[in-house]
Each structure stands twice: as structure tokens, then as C-alpha cells.
């Protein structure tokens, strides 16, 4: 048995990264040697800023100091994602993050709310989402400095600067041992049909290795452009095939949450980070122009323009394989959902901490290749629907984009869980799903879909004292959030980055 003794990353953008630093910190007691190439002249996306709560479990996980990260990496707090104009225009919601239970069991809570609704009581879900309450006063505090008051069990995760990001972890990752090579790959050489033996670059230098891992963005430089490995096109569920992207300076207070506006032919990104904002416009090029989309993103942008805008162009889906051979895509290599949920860089994560619960001898066997491939896809589906709910369930018909989306072909696992939860809000239990319950409910209501009965289970739950639960604890979570500082007032006083200026 021969054990992987090199291993090599193409690509140094997010994705590049956090695979080094993952594999630096499971490895920092064993002789492995992992060398990261990556190419001044092609450079990263530099996009993908707005994570999801994991991406602080990757943060712990690596040792690393979260305010020290945030501090170097300009990041601020997000709540959740405020959409607007997705059902009809003029209306929104919010999809916050951390639970909505009322400190219940969630399939009770969510019942007897509904009861409450069926009832004609005024509660609103997201009164229950600790989250939502403090985006609504645009107040934070961080939950474990919270326990024992409402906001335990909130949640939260981070806006950042994408360079930023890539630098701190090449840091960490360089500091661990990991060799970082500058240069462009011009030539891959395969061994056998299946596993690659090694790379030249333009400068002549040949680098070989045991194992290779496929961060090279878009360009997909092992995984399909040597191995062959096709594309598993997604665009007849989600159309928008391109964004433009620019940054501009802050204006006003720091929101603790991401805003995605509903827009003629996609939607709109606006994230705010302590030193400037990401703005982006998502569309789909059949029915808009580059020109369109970036005159629509220039008129709605606050604050001056930091850089040229950018127009990046994607396609929606998953590789066939993720892993083949002595090859693992990781990042954009390996697939890409538009970001409206922000779960491309949790895709990355993901990607490695399922390959290292199935890390491979130098022979690569294939079952656990396949057994990899199975589970990503299963992570990747999953966002898909999660993704094609928030389209399929409008009711605009003012533009052809809004109307293709209101009578879209839906994937049948998505269409199943829609039935099923028309009926008394039940979904499908899933291993280890990304969204948990909270999520499908809170896009769900907020795209006008509320199961027509409740689970009759709760009837035999006194109803006046769970009314008088709701309202006790409405109150108190308002009351509680109301003390607290606001969004800008605690990272001033808590992990302001260089040149935080705001008091
Ligand atoms: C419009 C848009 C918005 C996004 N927003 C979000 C978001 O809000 N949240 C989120 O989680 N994700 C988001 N993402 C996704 C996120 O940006 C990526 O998942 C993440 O940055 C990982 O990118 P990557 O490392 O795979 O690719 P890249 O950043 O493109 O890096 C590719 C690397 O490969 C190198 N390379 C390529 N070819 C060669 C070669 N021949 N030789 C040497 N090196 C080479 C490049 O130099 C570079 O270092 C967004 C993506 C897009 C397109």
C-alpha cells in the first residue's frame, strides 16, 4: 500500500486556500508534501464574499482567531439575506439564520404557529428568528457573548474581501509548510487514462505529484480540459448565466445582513464590508444585455465606484465527477450555483471534509471516488432546489425572465417536497442537509406558500398557553434586542479592521 506522499493544488484563489490550509492542518504532524501553484498573470475571480454560518466552523476548526480574521480580512457580520421583490415588487422577506422556534421543538413550534395563523393571530414567522429581530433594528451581538437570553441561539456568518481571504489563508498555510509555486501550468502530462503524473509550467519547471487537486476556477484545467470529465448542465432550473460585479465605497451605516433585490432579468448583490461594499448584478443573457446589466447595476449602487465593473459569465451545474482518478475539482472546477444563498465557498469546505472522511492511498479505489461523487452531488442538488424555490415561486409576470421563472419545469425532488409541504408543512428528511427546516419555511412564506393545515399533533398542546409563550417571547427578544449596539458600534468596538473610521 503505497500512501500519498505529494500532493498538489492548482489554483491559489478561495478555493486553492482553503484546500492548502485544510490539508496543512490535518497533516501538520505527518510527512506529506503539498504544493500550491497558482498564476500571477490569470489571476482569481475575486468575488464570492457573503458565507453561510459553516464557514465559521471552518475558521474554528483551523485554530484560527476569528477576530484576528475578521480584523484582516475587513469582514462584517451577516444576519441572514433580505430579498426584495422576489414574490411581487414592493414586497420582501428575510431569510434569517439560527432558529425560529421559540425555544420549542421546531415541528412543534412551526405548528402551532400555523394553528395561530388559522386563527387569525398576527404573529409573523420571522418574529420568532432572533436573526431577523436584530437585522430589523440593524443591532448585533455576537450569541456567545449572549447565552441565557434570547439571542442563544441565533447564528451568524461573515461578509469579507475575497483577496483579503486568500491572503490570510496562504499565511497560515505557508506557515504550516505548504510550498506555494508562482507560475502558469502549459502542459499536464497523464499517466494512465485516469491519473494525471504531473505539470510543466511556462518556465520549463516540471512538478510531479501523487495527488492532484483541481482549484483552478472556470478554466478547469485537469478535471475537464485533461481528464475529459463532463459538465451536468443545470441552466433549464436556473438561467442566469452571467454577472456583473463592482465595488464601491461605503455610505452610510454597515448592514448586518446580505441584500438580494429582485431585478427585470435576475437580481442584485449588495455586501457590505467594514472598508467598501461588493455590488453585483446576476442575470440570464437571453434576456438581458451585458450593457442592460450593467446600466441597471450602475443606476442602483450607492457610493462611489472603487473599480472597473467586470463582467463574469458562468454556467450553472455540477461535473459528472468530482473526483476521478488521482484528481479532486474543488471550487469552481468542480461546479457552480449562481450565489444567491452564498454557498460556493461552503461547497469548497464541504468538498474537502467529505474527501478527507474517504482519503485515499496513492491507488485511489474507485468505490471511494464514487462514494464521493455520490455525496456531492447530493450537496449540490439540494442547493440547487433550495436556489429554484426562490425563482419558481413568484408571482411577477412583468418581465420574460419573471414569467419563464413563474412557469419553470421543476426538478421532481423539488416539485415532491412542494406537495408535500402544501400539505401541513412537512419536508423530506435528509442526512446532514445544508438548510435546515427554518430555511425552507422562511423562503417558503416569504414567497406566499403556507401549507394549507397544520399537523393536528398539536392540538393536544394547551393553545392559550402557547399563544401566551409567542407573545412573552416576541416581546423579550425585542426588548433584549433593542439594548444592544448596533452592527457599526460593535465592530468599532470589538474587531474594527485598519482604517475603521465609523464611531
Ligand atoms: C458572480 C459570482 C459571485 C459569487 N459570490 C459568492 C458569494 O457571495 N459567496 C460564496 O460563497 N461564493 C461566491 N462565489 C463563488 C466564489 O467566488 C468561488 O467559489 C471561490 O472564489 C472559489 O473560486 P476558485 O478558487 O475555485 O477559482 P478562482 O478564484 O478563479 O481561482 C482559480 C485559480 O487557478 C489559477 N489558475 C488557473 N489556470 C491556471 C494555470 N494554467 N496555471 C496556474 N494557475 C492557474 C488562477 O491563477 C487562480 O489562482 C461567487 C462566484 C461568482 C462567479
Known amino acids: 500500500m503505497k500512501t500519498i506522499q505529494k500532493i498538489i493544488i492548482v489554483g491559489g484563489g478561495t478555493g486553492g486556500w482553503i484546500a492548502a490550509a485544510m490539508l496543512a492542518n490535518e497533516f501538520k504532524h505527518a510527512r506529506i508534501h503539498i504544493e500550491l501553484i497558482e498564476s500571477n498573470e490569470i489571476g482569481t475571480i475575486g468575488v464570492g464574499e457573503s458565507t453561510i454560518p459553516p464557514f465559521l466552523e471552518l475558521i474554528k476548526t483551523l485554530d484560527i482567531d476569528e477576530i484576528d480574521f475578521i480584523q484582516k480580512t475587513q469582514a462584517s457580520f451577516k444576519l441572514g439575506i433580505q430579498f426584495t421583490d422576489w414574490r411581487v415588487k414592493g414586497e420582501g422577506y428575510f431569510h434569517p439564520f439560527g432558529t425560529m422556534t421559540a425555544g420549542m421543538n421546531h415541528f412543534r413550534f412551526y405548528n402551532l404557529w400555523l394553528k395561530s395563523t388559522m386563527n387569525g393571530e398576527k404573529f409573523g414567522l420571522q418574529d420568532f428568528s432572533p436573526c431577523n429581530i436584530m437585522a430589523e433594528h440593524r443591532r448585533f451581538m455576537l450569541p456567545r457573548l449572549a447565552e441565557k437570553t434570547p439571542l442563544a441561539d441565533a447564528s451568524y456568518a461573515l461578509h469579507l474581501d475575497a483577496k483579503l481571504v486568500t491572503s490570510y489563508l496562504r499565511n497560515y498555510a505557508e506557515a504550516l509548510g505548504v510550498i506555494r509555486t508562482e507560475g502558469k501550468i502549459t502542459q499536464v502530462v497523464k499517466k494512465t487514462d485516469d491519473f494525471i503524473d504531473k505539470v510543466y509550467l511556462q518556465s520549463g519547471k516540471e512538478i510531479e505529484g501523487d495527488f492532484f487537486i483541481d482549484c483552478s476556477g472556470f478554466h478547469a484545467l485537469i478535471i475537464e480540459k485533461t481528464l475529459g470529465v463532463s459538465y451536468c448542465d443545470w441552466s433549464n432550473y436556473l438561467p442566469c448565466d452571467r454577472a456583473v460585479a463592482v465595488q464601491t465605497e461605503n455610505k452610510g451605516e454597515t448592514l448586518p445582513f446580505t441584500r438580494a433585490t429582485a431585478r427585470d432579468h435576475g437580481w442584485s448583490w449588495r455586501i457590505p464590508l467594514q472598508h467598501r461594499t461588493g455590488n453585483g448584478y446576476v442575470y440570464a443573457s437571453k434576456f438581458c444585455s451585458d450593457d442592460e446589466a450593467l446600466n441597471t447595476l450602475l443606476n442602483v449602487v450607492d457610493g462611489e465606484l472603487l473599480t472597473e465593473p467586470r463582467v463574469i459569465p458562468f454556467k450553472t451545474g455540477v461535473r459528472d465527477e468530482i473526483w476521478k482518478g488521482n484528481c479532486l475539482a474543488l471550487g469552481l472546477a468542480s461546479g457552480f450555483i449562481e450565489p444567491l444563498e452564498s454557498t ?103 414567497m406566499g406558500l403556507r401549507p394549507k393545515k397544520y399537523a393536528t399533533l398539536v392540538d393536544d398542546f394547551d393553545f392559550p398557553e402557547a399563544l401566551n409563550h409567542f407573545r412573552t417571547f416576541v416581546e423579550a427578544t425585542n426588548k433584549f434586542v433593542q439594548q444592544l449596539p448596533s452592527h457599526d458600534q460593535f465592530i468599532a468596538q470589538n474587531c474594527p479592521a485598519p482604517l475603521w473610521k465609523k464611531s
Not at 411 to 424: G, M, N, R, S, Y
Open 344 to 446: 460556493a465557498i461552503h461547497l469548497v469546505v464541504r468538498g474537502m471534509v467529505h474527501f478527507l472522511r474517504r482519503y485515499p492511498d496513492a491507488e485511489c479505489d474507485k468505490s471511494l471516488q464514487k462514494e464521493y461523487n455520490r455525496r456531492m452531488k447530493m450537496d449540490y442538488e439540494e442547493i440547487r432546489d433550495f436556489i429554484v424555490l426562490h425563482y419558481c415561486l413568484t408571482e411577477r409576470e412583468d418581465t420574460p425572465f419573471w414569467r419563464w421563472c413563474k412557469n419553470m419545469e421543476l426538478p421532481i425532488a423539488l416539485q415532491e417536497t412542494i406537495d408535500l409541504f402544501k400539505v401541513q408543512g412537512g419536508l423530506p428528511e435528509q442526512i446532514d442537509p445544508l438548510f435546515a427546516p427554518e430555511s425552507w419555511r422562511s423562503v417558503a412564506e416569504g
